[in-house]
């Protein structure tokens, strides 16, 4: 008996998540649904999903330090940032979108709506954007981001973070969220990173300082490995045609 | 001591937050960084199909616009085939369409909108065969994980009545906030839909 190749995905693990509704994170009260989710099987609709191509995609587009510097490098601490895309079941996640964005070192994003007083780097643009490797890996360079406040709370202030964005090869697998820095010590305090229910999937945000791969006179680096759902094996029949 | 079956846990989704923009639309936060942009025109000359304009609002659980998301879109070709391996009908792919596109919501009006096709329909599980839809993903501030929806066309009448999807919703009542008006606009089919986060005819969404 032959296993499908495309089968359908694993259903989602809600408790593994926040919630829509996370009272702490004040704009979720009005932006979050009041019933609850319709759960359907997966037809072809949801097993499928857009693929992407390497000539898509610029030389500089995974280097943040290069991809926007005009007259200069941008200020701030030299950082490398990789880690490897699997599934839940530990396969790797080939030619998976990864898009990145950021504020600079000041806490500043480059963004029309942003009036916060850090001042903009004039080469800096904060994001980035790469495909993983037949490994499922990813790597990108970039400056360290800076903590900024935000009015949640009205002295509330965002941990140093990253934000990212995946697609890998279904459309069940789309997954937007945010990397902290180890040590980070606003973390425990953060109300976005509260609205996740447990203490261990909040630590699976965190990238750990990765000693071994740091460049002597030039970067530091973090790990940040990221799990996407898996598909099911598909041993007996069928059902999804 | 027993073997264990080793099994890794989703990585936690967050807010995408108000500047999802400058990673997935760099242009509307305000500058040019890329040579090569994602955008919201689907189709290419040689794309086979009725070109057809998918737009409306998002409005939140006060009735007013969220002018900060951003939408994704994942459709199939005219024919009803998705540009993907793992679509086992016996359709064509069209080479010239990916099936997939991103746009913000505009930050004055909160309108957004696609160019794109109508799709054909798709196989359903078992057998069954599903209406003409979108797949659509909504992300933006204070929504922790995207919203999962599927966008119907009310000229579909006797497909969507069988649609394997909407069958499955149990209150009849709210599978009308899936089917999006029709309309004609200087010659081009308009088709609207407004997705509502929160309160009355509160759109349908799903877990995939």
Redesign the interface.
Known sequence: MAIQRYSEFAQRDTDAHAPARTPIYKTSILRSPDNALISNAQSLTEITGPSFRPEEFGPLDNDLIRNFAKDGLPIGERIVVHGFVRDEFGRPVPNALVEVWQANASGRYRHKKDQYLGSLDPNFGGCGRMLTDENGHYVYRTIKPGPYPWRNRVNEWRPAHIHYSLQGDGWVQRLITQMYFEGDTLIPDCPILKTIPTEEQRRGLIALQDRGNFIEADSRAYRFDITLRGRRGSFFENKIV | MTQQI???????????????????A?HQ???E????QFGNVLTKPATKGERIRLEGRVI???G?P?R?ALL?I?Q?NAAGK????????AKDIDPTF???GRTGCD?DTGEYFFETIKPGA??????KT?AP?I?L?V?????????HT?VYFEDEAAANEAD??LR??EWEV?RKTLIARRELRNGEVVYRFDIV???EN???????
Do not use: C, K
């Open positions: 080793v099994h890794f846990t989703e990585t936690a989704s967050q807010t995408g937050g108000p500047y999802v923009h400058i990673g997935l760099p936060a305000g500058f960084i890329f040579a090569n939140d659980g006060s007013t969220v900060d994704e994942w199939a998705y540009n993907h391996p793992g679509d086992s009908q990916r099936g997939w930050f798709v196989a359903g599980r078992e057998g599903q839809h797949a993903i992300f933006a501030r204070g929504i922790n994980m995207g919203l599927r394997p999807v499955g919703i709210r986060l929160r309160g509160e759109t349908v969404f799903f877990d995939i």
